[in-house]
């Protein structure tokens, strides 16, 4: 099959592309169009990208020896994540992809690779935090719009600094907004604005003791029966499971000792929350968690 038959010009400029990504050398581009054109689902898979707007990202997978790949619209599963993929996604949600002139192809290449959650995370706090931070880009939105975007963006962000913990089988306490936790505000001779703000402050800090809370009384509260629920466990499960479990109480005490963690308390205590205390004697109990 002719390369150029199986894709129209904006499929063979996404493929060459592709190819580049994945290091397929100049002589051996052809054969790698080739192949691709030959496979009929991973044909039909990207001119359905192409041509469809409601297709959000296809997935392109490098074959073994790296001479072709193949295409799909299935979420990379983690094994494999472990080889090179390269995700194509729409920059604006079902905008069509022309390569007429003076127009640039509304597409993003992204490669996923193992620690794509930390990558993720790592932008998400550094980069789109940083623009949606920026009065600048915040200009013609009320303070309604503002405030319900950035509270939504930092929930956001709490759950993904949870979910990177987990993959790495630990448990993460994400801290709240930095603004929130900055302190020398809320003291006393405080104007009624100056209240409502600090009414505002202790409502977030006390959501993320809250969480805090369940995410440690989770791991308190866990008993090696559940390793015994997976069929037959190796000899050593137990023990595994109890060492794993002390790793993590250790990194939840050393999180615990975080100057964002004692800020937020010293705030909640000055302000007088009834979860200070529940959460005080909460860390006494990680402390005093029996070691493997």
């Known amino acids: 099959m002719d390369k150029a038959g199986a894709f129209d010009e904006r499929g063979l400029w996404v493929l060459r592309r592709v190819s580049t990504i994945f290091a397929v050398r100049r ?3 052809d054969k790698f169009l080739q192949l691709l054109g030959e496979d009929a689902n991973s044909s039909r898979v990207l001119n359905h ?3 469809e707007v409601e297709v959000p990202a296809v997935f392109f997978h490098s074959s073994g020896n790296g001479d072709s790949c193949t295409v799909s619209t299935d979420l990379p599963t983690a094994a494999q994540l472990k080889k090179k993929v390269l995700a194509l996604v729409r920059s604006k949600h079902e905008v069509e992809i022309d390569l007429g002139p003076g127009r640039r192809p509304s597409v993003v290449f992204v490669e996923l690779a193992k620690g794509i959650m930390d990558l993720i995370n790592s932008y998400c ?28 963006f930092h929930s956001f962000l709490a759950s993904l600094h949870v979910t990177v913990g987990l993959r790495q089988g630990q448990t993460l306490l994400p801290l709240p907004p930095r603004e929130a936790v900055q302190e020398g505000a809320g003291g006393p ?8 703000t600090s009414k505002d402050r202790v409502h977030v800090l006390e959501g993320a003791v809250i969480t805090w809370t369940k995410q440690v009384r989770y791991v308190l509260k866990q008993e090696p029966e559940h390793v015994f629920r997976d069929g037959s466990p190796q000899p050593d499960a137990e023990l595994q499971f109890w060492r794993s479990r002390a790793n993590n109480l250790n990194s939840i005490h050393m999180q615990l000792q975080m100057e964002g963690v004692k800020r937020v308390l010293r705030f909640l205590e000055a302000n007088k929350s009834t979860y200070v205390a529940p959460f005080a004697r909460l860390q006494k109990e990680v402390e005093v968690a029996p070691p493997i």
């Open 189 to 196: 001779g405080k104007t009624s604005s100056a209240a409502s």
């Open 49 to 51: 990208f192409l041509n």
């Open 27 to 29: 002589e051996k581009l």
């Open 125 to 152: 706090h550094s980069v789109y935090l940083s623009v949606l931070m920026n009065p600048a880009n915040q200009r013609g939105w009320s303070d309604l719009i503002t405030r319900d975007l950035l509270d939504k």
